[in-house]
């Protein structure tokens, strides 16, 4: 039986960094920003498969805890899953390896005391002189991802100690901790720049500027709205859902019932009609999956089975109520021939879901680096009518033509 007490947690296999520490000319180490993201891990397979998914060269790295491994990318920007957590910045101090303070700016954790931050700063403000690195208290957020290009199901670490990221990061803190399952995000290192002022200095070096390098989580799938309002898991599952539906129909086109197996030379497999049986959306899809099978001699009796049951399922959905909303459908092509004398039903069904239609076209879209303005402008030139007055029937038909080449 599991101990209950124990919460479940994914196993740290690295750190994302954005900074490294250099050498000065007098042997002296100093931290140093970086405008990239820095991985370290114990395991050199999964350095290097960042080097290979982001560019970067492996090196080995001598760290505080032992030998480790490293890469300075060329990426500012990866794809992340965000499984549940605790996001909650803290003031930390740490001195001879160890934490020795950890503040809410209250109360002091380890010792469950007062904080001592503000008042240690107070004090030498007081004094009339600066704090050594060693006595400042430092904001400290802390955050685990997942990234989605690596293969691993692990989670890598990411460490702030900047204000801007104790500020931000935690601002959808509460979405992210009830969320069920992780959130799909793009992780951005972005570069801000901070002017001070110092009027008791010379005129020339009043003004001084510190350049800050801040963790920012990007959720493009979900609107203010739905995070603020415990919507975030049910959006982030619709964008699991659209990257599915891409996938798929990535697939579909690639394949040789999509391409045509006299154009690449390729043949069907009944394994690939099996594959492909359950993408098809309309009697007339069937059909040519049927004719394409039989001619590549794939048309196995595992094979017309599971045409016949999608069949079935097509004529069951075109068989349900029709609501107001739905459009009478045009006639379907005949039944295709067969030369074992079976054929698949040809029968009209019920306007296609809108919804799910346009998932495809926005997929369609973004694989032919569509944006918005021309997207909408190939509909239109189509159709002589815009995407909100699109049917389901046009969206088909405008998904068919793309798969056909006949829009560019």
């Known amino acids: 039986m599991p101990i209950k007490e124990l919460q479940r947690r994914l196993t740290q296999v690295g750190v994302i960094r954005l900074g490294q520490q250099l050498m000065s000319k007098n042997n002296k180490p100093y931290p140093s920003k970086l405008e990239t ?25 001598a760290s505080s805890v032992g030998p480790q491994f490293e890469v300075i990318t060329n990426a500012r920007e990866i794809r992340v899953l965000v499984p549940q957590q605790q996001i909650d910045p803290n003031y930390e101090l740490w001195g001879n390896g160890f934490r020795q303070r950890m503040c809410d700016g209250e109360t002091e954790r380890i010792s469950q005391k007062g904080c001592l931050c503000a008042p240690v700063r107070a004090a030498a403000q007081a004094a009339g002189r600066n704090l050594k690195p060693g006595e400042v208290c430092k904001p400290t957020t802390r955050l685990s991802v997942m990234v989605a290009d690596i293969p691993s199901l692990g989670v890598f670490k990411l460490e702030s100690h900047g204000w801007n990221a104790a500020a931000e990061l935690p601002m959808l803190a509460e979405a992210i901790a009830n969320a069920p399952r992780p959130i799909p995000a793009r992780l951005e290192v972005q570069r801000r720049e901070k002017k001070l002022y110092h009027p008791t200095k010379p ?41 599915l539906v891409a ?18 030379g390729e043949k069907l497999t009944p394994a690939d009609v099996v594959r492909l049986a359950p993408y098809t959306k309309t009697v007339d899809q069937l059909q040519a999956l049927w004719k394409d099978a039989h001619k ?113």
Request: charged fraction near 25%; aromatic fraction near 6%; hydrophobic fraction near 45%.
């Open 37 to 61: 993201l820095r991985f370290t891990s114990p395991s050199k397979a999964i350095v290097e498969a960042a080097a290979a998914q982001f560019g970067g060269t492996v090196q080995p790295w």
């Open 247 to 264: 996938a798929q129909l990535q697939a579909i086109e690639a394949s040789p019932a999509a391409t045509g197996p006299a154009g690449d």
């Open 203 to 243: 005129a020339a070096e009043q003004i001084e500027s510190r350049v800050f390098m801040v963790p920012v989580l990007h959720f493009d799938f979900v609107t203010p709205a739905q995070a603020f309002s415990g919507q975030i898991a049910a959006a982030a599952a619709a964008a699991t859902q659209r990257e």
């Open 296 to 408: 590549d001699g794939a048309l196995t009796d595992e094979a017309a089975a599971v045409l016949k049951a999608r069949a079935a399922e097509l004529e069951k959905a075109r068989q349900r109520p029709a609501t107001p909303d739905e459009q009478p459908a045009e006639a379907e092509p005949a039944a295709a021939e067969s030369t074992d004398a079976e054929a698949v039903s040809g029968e009209v069904e019920s306007e296609p879901d809108k919804n799910a239609l346009w998932v495809q076209i926005q997929a369609l879209a973004g694989a032919r680096k569509w944006n918005a303005e021309a997207l909408e402008k190939r509909i239109y030139e189509r159709f002589k009518r815009t995407s909100d007055e699109m049917t389901g029937w046009d969206m088909a038909a405008f998904i068919s033509a793309v798969a056909k080449g006949e829009i560019q």
